[in-house]
């Protein structure tokens, strides 16, 4: 028996493809510019969309974002994009896919930024980071509604 404490999303009974992004990689800080990209690429995927859908397709846009190396895709022109549009292993939602395309080219432009060189929790790269743990206060996923939005409104 897995003695784990998960989250909801992240239990044993919830897909194993959720389960491993909650127990190796949601709350640990990042300390890599190719994964930060992955994620913003990866995220502009999700807008409308579950999460599981998009890491279910993980593989599928590394293959077709070149492994999420923001110089290579900053590069990717017009032919290019239509193809991806055709691509199964993605969304092929043209707008999400130009827009991974344009946030590529400032992305890979921003070297000096580097997010690699920003002190994080855990030290750098190489050591165990640390990870942010707790729950939210609260019911959660948070509603929709609230008593003080509807007031507002």
């Keep these: 028996m897995d003695d784990k404490n998960r989250c909801g999303w992240g239990s044993i009974d919830a897909d194993p493809v959720m389960r491993a992004y909650h127990d190796h990689e949601w709350g640990v800080p990042v300390h890599d510019d190719q994964k930060h990209f992955e994620f913003l690429l990866l995220e502009g995927a999700q807008a409308g969309l579950s999460w599981s859908t998009i890491l279910h397709r993980?593989?599928?846009y590394?293959?077709?974002?070149?492994r999420f190396d923001p110089k290579k895709v900053a590069r990717f022109d017009t032919k290019h994009i239509t193809r991806l549009t055709q691509d199964h292993?993605?969304?092929r939602?043209?707008?999400?896919?130009?827009?991974?395309?344009?946030n590529a080219r400032p992305f890979s432009r921003s070297r000096t930024n580097s997010t690699a060189s920003i002190p994080m929790p855990g030290g750098s790269s190489g050591e165990n980071p640390?990870?942010?743990?707790?729950?939210?206060?609260g019911t959660f996923p948070p509603p929709p509604r609230?008593?003080?939005r509807?007031?507002?409104t």
């Design 58 to 60: 993980r593989a599928g």
């Design 62 to 66: 590394a293959k077709a974002f070149r």
């Design 89 to 91: 292993g993605i969304v």
């Design 93 to 102: 939602n043209r707008l999400k896919i130009e827009s991974a395309v344009r």
């Design 130 to 137: 640390a990870r942010i743990v707790g729950r939210p206060s």
């Design 146 to 148: 609230s008593p003080m």
């Design 150 to 152: 509807s007031a507002r």
